[in-house]
């Protein structure tokens, strides 16, 4: 088979498994957003008004806001200074584009073809001789049994964190089997998969030592090894200059310093040991910002962070200065913290390391869309004109909710007279979960006394790496952030994908051969 019939073969197996995914999405409904699109999206639209100024030379509209109103957006663009650290200005722009082009769907296609093209990629190099059947029947089990298409589908960076993981995995362990090409393709793809999310970069910046190790023991050779893990420090270093660059850029032209929520200091805060030593310092000298907030309850991140009520939040509520000097005063105050009860830290983080381990739910990624389109703030931003894109919401925008949204709280508003759904979503991953673990290890056992052949000793290393993502994912997200479900779901359908691969191995790669695989690239195996 030709190079050009095989890349052709290629192409349309993407789109197969694209399609497979968006199928998916939209038997559940259609593509959903988050509290946190709109900051993307706002962040993106006032990114592609100035590069229409500066870079096309398209004149600005006329201001005709009154005087007040012009002071107030100064504020607030001051107040957004504050937190847009945190946020992508490379997904933002994606985002933007994207939805403009062609609604949230094109955002979907895009963020499926990436998980597809991934998985295509590391079942040919796992698995040589499995053929487009065993592929489509891959991306047919995560479509229906993992959490991958929902977020392929979810207007968020989510969705390139297990891309991410995949793209490590590729450019480590099976570089060897990619041809050049591909293995720019995967280094474009896998920087801006960091890109889109800090979590994202800390979480290849660790698993850097793990597939060094992995190296070594699949005797890669140092040579190669240090080209391998060269090309994934190349992305990750990309993406934090990426970030950074629009950083610098902000500050030269405002004065001003694109900067962070403290997440640090809330999650110590609401673990116990940030409030012990907040009561100690403030009554001991200190001056902390935070000290003119010590009598609130401080037990909840979430509304250290984000409440608007002068009974709970601190961040939302502040002014610009002290903002500021929350995020200065952060890595002193975590530093101090640790001193002041180091066992009692380590006691909380390592239990939020566990119960993030544990939480797979996708509630945050289904809500309800009512919610976003009658709340009184949300409904006066971006989110609820790019819902009624691509879905039928009623003049009152209750009837649209998709066939997984949890049971209505409080504030989310009804189901359109409709009875709560009967899925359980996070028990059937959770069960998927568990029985991928399963059929991985029923696949991989019989491997462990003969794991000196390379094929064998590569695929063992593909699933320790799966694993080890996995586990230190759920490290960084709930030591740093707090275990929240979303954090954990957005990858755990990598396990399922591991469970696929090692099925592969089993059924399709027995025996030895030599010859064009179905792929329509020459691969040469020697007898195990």
């Known amino acids: 088979m030709s190079g050009l019939a095989g890349r052709w073969r290629t192409l349309w197996l993407v789109l197969a498994g694209t399609a497979i995914l968006l199928l998916a999405i939209r038997a559940d409904g259609f593509p959903t957003v988050f509290t946190d699109t709109d900051d993307y999206y706002s962040q993106g639209v006032e990114l592609w008004q100035k590069a229409r100024v500066e870079f096309l030379g398209v004149k600005p509209e006329p201001d005709t806001r009154s005087a007040a109103d012009k002071r107030q957006a100064a504020i607030d663009a001051e107040l957004s200074r ?22 949230l769907w094109l955002v979907a296609a895009a963020q499926a073809a990436s998980a597809a093209w991934t998985l295509l990629l590391v079942l040919r190099c796992a698995v040589p001789r499995a053929g487009p059947r065993s592929y489509l029947a891959v991306m047919a089990a995560l479509a229906a049994g993992s959490t991958l298409p929902f977020f392929a589908g979810f207007a968020m960076p989510d969705a390139f964190a297990g891309v991410g993981v995949l793209g490590v995995a590729l450019l480590t362990l099976y570089w060897a089997e990619l041809s050049r090409t591909e293995r720019a393709g995967v280094a474009v793809l896998l920087s801006f998969a960091l890109v889109t999310h800090t979590s994202h970069e800390l979480l290849a910046i660790t698993l850097v030592p793990v597939a060094a190790v992995l190296l070594w023991w699949v005797r890669a050779g140092w040579r190669s090894s240090a080209v391998r893990l060269a090309a994934v420090t190349a992305t990750i270093l990309v993406a934090i200059a990426i970030n950074s660059g629009y950083g610098m850029i902000v500050e030269a032209q405002t004065g001003q310093r694109l900067r962070h929520q403290p997440f640090l200091m809330a999650r110590t805060l609401a673990d116990g040991p940030g409030r012990a030593y907040l009561r100690h310092a403030c009554s001991h000298g200190e001056h902390y910002a935070l000290c003119r907030f010590q009598h609130l309850p401080l037990d909840d991140s979430e509304d250290i962070l984000w409440s ?18 929350l995020e200065i005063e952060e890595p002193r105050f975590i530093l101090q913290t640790i001193a002041y009860d180091p066992w009692a830290q380590i006691k909380a983080s390592a239990a939020n390391w566990a119960k993030q381990l544990t939480l797979i739910g996708i509630d945050d990624v289904v809500r309800n869309p009512h919610y976003y389109m009658t709340d009184d703030y949300w409904a006066r931003t971006y989110l609820p004109d790019m819902i009624m894109a691509v879905a039928h919401c ?15 709280t409080g504030d989310e508003g009804g189901l359109n007279g409709r009875s709560p759904p009967a899925p359980r979503p996070a028990l059937f991953h959770g069960a998927v979960v568990l029985l991928s673990l399963a059929l991985t290890g029923a696949a991989l056992w019989p491997l462990r006394s003969r794991a000196a052949t390379p094929v064998r000793r590569q695929m063992l290393a593909f699933a320790v790496l799966i694993l080890a993502a996995v586990l230190l994912n759920a490290g960084i997200t709930g030591v740093l952030s707090g275990p929240f479900a979303r954090y954990q779901a957005r990858l755990i359908w990598l396990i399922p994908a591991l469970a696929g691969v090692a099925l592969a191995a089993r059924v399709d790669g027995q025996q030895a051969f030599r010859q064009l695989d179905p792929f329509g690239r020459q691969r040469i195996e020697h007898a195990e």
Request: charged share 15%; glycine share 10%; net charge positive.
């Open 82 to 103: 504050t937190q847009m650290a945190a946020r992508s200005t490379t997904y933002s722009l994606f985002l933007y584009g994207l939805e403009s082009a062609g609604t």
């Open 308 to 325: 608007d009520l002068p009974t709970s939040g601190v961040f939302l509520i502040a002014n610009y200065a002290t903002r500021v000097q």
């Open 394 to 408: 009623g003049r009152r925008g209750d009837a649209c909710a998709l066939w997984l949204t949890p049971a209505p």
